[in-house]
């Protein structure tokens, strides 16, 4: 049996930010796997299909070299995924204190249904833009290049043809 460490960052990623490529990076370095989960609800209408983000975010991965980590799209309960995938913690962002609180409710509610504990990470400089607000900028025509890594400003750019 191996003792390796997996973390588990799921999100919406609708669409990847900087913000979550700087929690990815942190992540990165600290785990010997990293399980980026794009997490489907179907109560909820995307803005971006999720397999077209997955493809655009594993492109960022690519070239930066970040080899250890994933893009998973999963439809279920974080936990379980967490649970199937022998995840060691699960990785969450966090831009402001009003998302840690939001976040605890989440982290006990998960710890309470598989026993994994979340850990959190600063989204950086970066994660003061929200994807919401991301979406916002796209809706208004404003330039949204230093918010999104490359390979998702061209899904986006491509899908608003």
Known sequence: ???????????????????????????????????????????????YPAELMAKAMESVFQELGLDNVRVTVYEGATVDLAIQEGVSIIVKGLRDSIDLAEEENQAYANFEASGIDTMYVRAGIAGRVSSSM?????YYDKPIDKYVPGPVLKLINEYHK
């Open 1 to 47: 049996m191996t003792n390796r460490k997996i973390a588990l960052y799921p999100g919406s990623f609708d669409p990847f930010t900087n913000g979550h490529l700087h929690v990815v990076k942190t992540s990165h370095n600290l785990f010997d796997e990293v399980i980026v989960n794009i997490g489907v609800n179907k109560k909820k209408t995307r803005n």
């Open 134 to 138: 991301v979406r916002d900028f796209i």
